[in-house]
């Protein structure tokens, strides 16, 4: 049985990450950060439960929508044309990327043989293609090898899978909420593939005796009777499950007023950070949690809130430059100073107009 997300004491910050990329996985994956035994692994694993379930072409290998949103593999195309798809719903997957997987595993391979002999495409899926509409899950990612993780991004960023064997190739839809988590102590990850990762966020170490006792309660209690612990945190779940619901059906609608567009690329600049990724990441984490919380408009208050998440390990990999040893308050401090010195009165009205459209946050 799987520990509750919702039962994990404290870590609030790895937890709003995984939900706001949960709403949006065009945030781009989260990396989280911490020592062993900082609850990283626990609250991925947990994040399953979180998600609502989604809706598949019956016998699909790849987990296609049956209305073809994020596009069709090829064997659902031709099913489609002939006449329309059975659907059924299943639960979210979470797929394990271990790392001495190899190209073939992680993407799939081409039976070569077959194409040749009897003129027939076939194609043995990968972990991507499992990965579709899930969640894609790599531990110690710092140590897994580079032409991996290069894979791992283009399809994350592109949403597709391309695989490509003696001028024969396959393609198939590849969305999923890339998650990677790491040791700092193990080795650093390389700036370059950081920057393509969407948030960055440090597990807590807890230092404060009640909340550490807290943490030993709860887990002797989920060993002792794993199932009424699970009913215990059952409603808190739901809550969270129904909060990415309801947040992925607003995110169409919800938008960034102008004043904030010149406000996160004035941050970025101001911050040395060259990566235009920042700019699209900042945009889309600030969209994702003003749909978590059921407004339409984003506000100067989520832009502050996801800044740091953003934008903390862009300014890490600037070893020479001042910015290098900024923190959350700096960043925070910074785009604070920017929202004040050109106050947008447009902005001012929309605020106050999105508040009628709040919704509690979840729990």
């Known amino acids: 049985m799987l520990f509750p997300f919702a039962a994990v004491v404290d870590q609030e910050q790895v937890k709003r990450a995984l939900l706001l990329n949960a709403v949006n996985p065009r945030i781009g994956g989260v990396l989280i950060s911490g020592p062993s035994g900082t ?31 994020g596009g069709y593999c090829p ?3 031709e099913r489609a044309a002939a006449g329309s798809l059975p659907a059924v719903r299943r639960p979210v997957r979470l797929v394990n990327l271990p790392l001495n997987a190899t190209e073939d595993r992680v993407a799939g391979t081409l039976d070569l043989g077959r194409a040749l002999r009897q003129g027939e495409l076939a194609f043995h899926p990968g972990l991507l293609a499992l990965a579709h509409r899930g969640i894609l899950y790599v531990d110690e990612i710092n140590l897994l090898d580079d032409h991996l993780v290069d894979i791992l991004l283009d399809a994350a960023a592109l949403g597709v899978n391309y695989v490509e064997r003696e001028g024969v190739s396959f393609t198939h839809p590849a969305r999923f909420i890339l998650v990677g988590t790491m040791n700092p102590e193990e080795g650093e990850l390389r700036p370059q593939i950081a920057d393509r990762i969407g948030l960055h966020v440090d597990a807590e170490i807890l230092t404060d005796l009640e909340t550490r006792k807290q943490v030993l309660e709860r887990w002797e209690q989920f060993w002792a009777q794993p199932a009424a612990f699970r009913r215990q945190f059952a409603p808190a779940t739901a809550r969270l499950r129904e909060a990415v619901r309801r947040g992925r059906e607003l995110l169409p609608q919800v938008r960034v007023p102008e004043g904030l567009k010149y406000a996160i690329s004035r941050l970025t600049v101001r911050l040395g950070v060259v990566s235009h990724r920042a700019d699209i990441a900042l945009a889309e984490c600030a969209l994702a949690a003003a749909a978590l919380e059921g ?23 600037q070893p020479l430059s001042i910015t290098a040893e900024m923190d959350a308050s700096d960043i925070h401090r910074t785009l604070e100073d920017i929202l004040h010195e050109e106050p947008s009165r447009t902005q001012k009205k929309t605020d106050r107009g999105s508040r009628r459209h709040a919704c509690p946050t979840p729990e």
């Open 295 to 317: 407004r339409l408009v984003v506000t100067s208050e989520d832009l502050l809130s996801v800044a740091p998440l953003v934008l903390s390990h862009r300014l890490k990999r």
């Open 39 to 69: 609850a990283k692994s626990t609250l991925v694993r947990g994040l399953v439960e979180v998600l609502p379930e989604i809706e598949v072409v019956e016998g699909c290998r790849f987990s296609c929508h049956p209305r073809g949103e």
């Open 75 to 77: 064997e659902c195309q």
